[in-house]
């Protein structure tokens, strides 16, 4: 079994920066697409950002040119770059991951989710 650990989430002001990590322990055959997703208040878990195994990466339109993901295969950690930060990305941010637990068996998971708070 996978476990997802997150940090880095804060308050910061308009304009400002904050780096999310997330890194996977536990058993595994792979690990697959990992990425970020966010949640705010009143309103559905929605994409941010993928990376795969390879480091294709996929953005949501809200954030192109704005935030950046990459991953660290050896280490299994995935992190998120969020600059120029806007207030509408209030919200809390939740690390997804994709994995095998055998060579046929796929699995996905969440971690706890960080808020990231950006005040006008």
């Known amino acids: 079994q996978v476990q997802l650990v997150e940090s880095g989430g804060g308050l910061v002001q308009a304009g400002g920066s904050l780096r999310l990590s997330c890194a996977a322990s536990?058993?595994?055959?792979?690990?697959?697409?990992m990425g970020w997703y966010h949640q705010a208040p009143g309103s559905q878990r929605e994409l941010v950002a993928t990376?795969?195994?390879?480091?294709?990466?996929n953005y949501a339109d809200s954030v192109k040119g704005r935030f950046s993901i990459s991953r660290d295969n050896a280490k299994n950690t995935v992190s998120l770059q969020m600059n120029s930060l806007k207030p509408e990305d209030t919200a809390v941010y939740y690390c997804?991951?994709?994995?095998?637990?055998?060579?046929?068996?796929?699995?996905?998971?969440w971690g706890q989710g960080t808020l990231v708070t950006v005040s006008s």
């Open positions: 990376i795969t195994s390879g480091g294709t990466t």
């Open positions: 997804n991951a994709n994995y095998r637990s055998n060579p046929v068996r796929n699995l996905e998971v």
């Open positions: 536990g058993r595994f055959f792979s690990l697959g697409t």
